[in-house]
Structures are given as structure tokens and as C-alpha cells.
């Protein structure tokens, strides 16, 4: 069974793994809290043997994916191609990690238009 892509924690996928509940373990980075409670959830699910999957947003996950010492599948969903300058490569249905700096991604001019060049907070 693969499951945990709505979990929103390492712990809550510590409980999963731990209670024997998947064979695919499915996190998601931004849900969980970031790349390094997902590394946490990678390492748990190695120790138990378990496959990883990570959900959605491959663009950040490739590069997790690729470390992963076990079995690791991924899913390309073409939905954020429009934030970036740069596409996933696909090759004979494997996705090529990117050799560029980063996540070997950089905002599209469109995405940049959407983001805030500065911000102003007051002391209150």
C-alpha cells in the first residue's frame, strides 16, 4: 500500500511506518515542514526497508528521490511547469536529476511577476 501523501508531519509519518501501515511511503516536503523532516521520514522508511514515493511537486523532490538508498518512485505531474525556465527531462520513463546549482530550477518570468520585491512590517 502506498500512502502518507496528506500527512503533515514527521512524527505523523513516524506513526505510520512504525504501526507496519504502508509498503510506499509517500511524503511531501512542503507539507511535512521542509526538506530536512522529509530526510527524517527518508531515513525511517530505509531502516524499515519500505519504498519511497514522494508526492507531487517532483521539482523538489527529484533530487530527494535520487538520494534515497532504497527503491524510490516518482510521479510527474506537469501542473508547475509554468513557475519555471527549466522542464523535468523525462528519459525512458526515468526523470533525470538536474546537474544545474539548487534544485536546478529558477522562477519563470510569469512566477516572478506573482512574488513581492519587498515587504513592509512596522515595529508594534
Do not use: N
Amino acid at each position: 500500500m502506498a500512502t502518507g501523501e496528506m500527512l503533515t508531519s514527521a512524527e505523523e509519518h513516524t506513526r505510520l511506518i512504525e504501526a507496519g501501515a504502508a509498503d510506499f511511503v509517500q511524503p511531501d516536503a512542503p507539507r511535512v515542514g521542509g526538506i530536512t523532516p522529509f530526510l527524517r521520514v527518508m531515513a525511517l522508511a530505509d531502516h524499515k526497508g519500505l519504498s519511497l514515493a514522494p508526492h507531487f511537486a517532483m521539482e523538489i523532490h527529484l533530487h530527494l528521490a535520487a538520494a534515497y538508498p532504497g527503491t524510490a518512485w516518482g510521479e510527474h505531474f506537469d501542473w508547475l511547469e509554468p513557475l519555471f525556465q527549466e522542464r523535468l527531462e523525462l528519459r525512458d520513463g526515468r526523470m533525470c536529476v538536474p546537474d544545474r546549482p539548487g534544485l536546478g530550477l529558477s522562477l519563470s518570468d510569469r512566477a516572478m511577476a506573482w512574488t513581492v520585491d519587498r515587504c513592509e512590517a512596522s515595529a508594534g
